[in-house]
């Protein structure tokens, strides 16, 4: 079974500019996430969907950050316009209920110069 | 809401010493603490979970304990092996709907031969 993918692995821009990311999650799992892990922190919430809905997104920064999962499956993460303090790896997972583990994908690191 | 509290942020061990982890809870609705894994570069991965019904759980060489009158949950690791070195996290969450997991800071442990 594939887990959850995500990519780009890697990006680099300049500030200002957007980024957006992409997540595939298990098949069949219904809730998604999207996790901000800082160098040397534990991963933070920014945004959980059941199904299509955002049922908590009290922690992404609205202003520049949005967020969406279309038919409930795939979910892209977007941020426009980038500041230096973006940079981070932004980590997605999924899970089978709202409860319970949480499966990761490997992660996209950005890098904002 | 939820605060998960971690210690130590490091630590060093001998190979075939024991390591323990410690980590506080705020919310006494919390009933799930998962224990996650991530290796450099890699994928927070579910090592061991426990939930409020139990005090005790173990998984050949870990374990992980829970006082919920205290609201501490601890990682046990024994017979500690090199491959054992990696960052460990902690997490709580009520496990009700629309709570996702809320992590603690982490702990990078290392294993020395």
């Known amino acids: 079974e594939a887990g959850v993918v995500q990519s780009p692995r890697y990006k680099i821009i300049e500030k200002k500019q957007p980024v957006a990311f992409w997540c595939n999650p298990i098949?069949?799992?219904?809730?998604l996430y999207w996790y901000l892990q800082n160098l040397g922190q534990g991963p933070e919430l920014l945004i959980r969907?059941?199904?299509?809905?955002?049922?908590?997104d009290s922690q992404l920064p609205k202003d520049r950050f949005s967020a969406e999962r279309l038919k409930g499956v795939d979910s892209t993460l977007k941020i426009q316009p980038a500041e230096l303090g973006d940079s981070a790896v932004y980590l997605c997972?999924?899970?089978?209920?709202?409860?319970?583990?949480?499966?990761f994908g490997e992660g996209s690191r950005l890098t904002v110069l | 809401g939820e605060n998960v509290e971690q210690h130590p942020s490091t630590l060093s061990v001998q190979e075939g010493d024991s390591a323990v982890i410690k980590c506080t809870y705020s919310?006494?609705?919390?009933?799930?603490f998962p224990w996650y894994k991530q290796e450099l570069g890699k994928r927070p991965q579910l090592i061991i979970d426990?939930?409020?019904?139990?005090g005790e759980k173990k998984d050949q060489r870990i374990a992980v304990t829970l006082n919920k009158t205290a609201k501490h949950f601890s990682l046990h690791i024994t017979e500690t092996q090199p491959e054992d070195s990696a960052v460990y996290f902690c997490?709580?969450?009520?496990?009700?709907?629309?709570?996702?997991?809320?992590f603690g800071k982490g702990t990078t442990l290392s294993v020395s031969s």
């Open positions: 997972a999924s899970s089978p209920t709202r409860a319970g583990e949480l499966f």
């Open positions: 098949s069949g799992h219904n809730t």
């Open positions: 969907y059941e199904n299509e809905e955002a049922v908590d």
């Open positions: 919310d006494s609705a919390s009933n799930y």
């Open positions: 426990i939930r409020s019904n139990v």
């Open positions: 997490a709580a969450t009520p496990n009700q709907a629309g709570t996702a997991l809320i």
